[in-house]
T-cell receptor, first 112, second 112 residues
């Protein structure tokens, strides 16, 4: 079984809809991250959390919110989706004071 | 502003060639420089990493060269194979407790 899972893997929605992307991990890591990947723009950090009570904005947090429900779960929400939020979204985890981030398989989101 | 500048955006090489991907950074507080490899439909995964106290690190066919004075680092792939075709991201991290900052990625195609 994968250590970092994301659901759904693909989602098509309409402008104005609320969307939640979910991430779960079995690695026992405290730290979790949400990134967005767009062609030519690389991986951009949306939000990150170093423990259940810690939430931090990343480079591009506008239009997004997150919830850290437990050590193993970190959800990303788009309250009112817009077409320029069409992208590939990745969740990642890491252990405290270590360098390696482990990425999930990604969620491809299309907003029409 | 972009903290890690990566070039080229795309690269095509013949099998057996040595593709070179370059990254430049401005912030001298960065103390860890990894490269991530991403295959289509997958999340990025750590390939190789270096710290600024060494000038070169090799792992198999992959080598990082690091030039601290020029604030540049590069990835070399020796004897490249079609299976190396992927997107490669350089990244950097400030000393201490911070997420990785990624470059925009290089899409490498190795043709037989």
């Amino acid at each position: 079984d994968a250590d970092v899972t994301q659901t759904p893997r693909n989602r098509i929605t309409k402008t104005g809809k609320r969307i939640m992307l979910e991430c779960s991990q079995t690695k026992g890591h405290d730290r979790m991250y949400w990134y967005r990947q767009d062609p030519g723009l690389g991986l951009r950090l949306i939000y990150y959390s170093f423990d259940v009570k810690d939430i931090n904005k990343g480079e591009i947090s506008d239009g997004y919110s997150v919830s850290r429900q437990a050590q193993a779960k970190f959800s990303l929400s788009l309250e009112s989706a817009i077409p320029n939020q069409t992208a590939l979204y990745f969740c990642a985890t890491s252990a405290p004071f270590t360098n390696t981030q482990y990425f999930g398989p990604g969620t491809r989101l299309t907003v029409l | 502003q972009q903290q890690v500048k990566q070039s080229p955006q795309s690269l095509i090489v013949q099998k057996g060639g040595i593709p070179i991907i370059n990254c430049a950074y401005e912030n001298t507080a960065f103390d860890y420089f990894p490269w991530y490899q991403q295959f289509p439909g997958k999340g990025p995964a750590l390939l190789i990493a270096i710290r600024p106290d060494v000038s070169e690190k090799k792992e198999g066919r992959f080598t990082i060269s690091f030039n601290k004075s020029a604030k540049q680092f590069s990835l070399h792939i020796m004897d490249s194979q079609p299976g190396d075709s992927a997107t490669y991201f350089c990244a950097a991290r400030y000393s201490g407790n911070t997420p990785l900052v990624f470059g925009k990625g290089t899409r490498l195609s190795v043709i037989a």
